[in-house]
């Protein structure tokens, strides 16, 4: 029997830093790999990285090895990525707008404002709505230019929970802004490695 996915990081969870770069090569190869499966494109250039307690702990650890701000910045990293694990009713997701080229970025985050009101999953026909994670950092500009990251909770009511976690669900990833309307069929692999974010009496 497998163990409940983990839904908070704590300080018992934080490596002694020089502990971590000595396996550093090998977790980041194996987080590689996890969220290989836990990303999706929807259109050219909307990507969503689905976070876990994983991908979280990469993320502290990452921090605390580039910053060295020691014991003092543990909190703080704690603070900034327990709320991108999710929490057993919800899936998050990290939503990157990756465009190369700095001209049209810079042209195309302006005529994005609001993008991230305008998603929504749908699992089986019935609508789960993303709802943006609040943090300190201002998402949309006074002037109306978004950023190229959002971070996303997709909250669940307990049926739509109980039938992403159903082997062979249809799910769809939309995105309706009047700016860029796309939308992507949910890979089998992708539902399958997200069901268990879901707890299965959420």
Known sequence: MTSPPRRALTRDDIMDMADYASIRGERRAAITALKRHRRLAVGPFATFHFECFETMWMQVHEMLHIERGGEEQI???????????????????????????PVRRERELYRLAGIEESIRMEVAGSAVAAVPIEDEVARTSEDGKTSSIHFL?????????????????RVLLGIEHPAYGHL????EETRAALADDLDAGA
Do not use: K, Q, S
């Open 75 to 101: 909190a703080g990293e704690l603070e900034a990525y327990n709320p991108l694990i999710p929490p057993g009713d919800a899936l998050v997701a990290t939503l990157m707008l990756e465009i190369d080229d």
């Open 153 to 169: 909770r997709f909250p669940f009511p307990p049926a739509d929970a109980a039938r992403f976690r159903t082997a062979g669900t």
């Open 184 to 187: 992507a069929v949910m890979p």
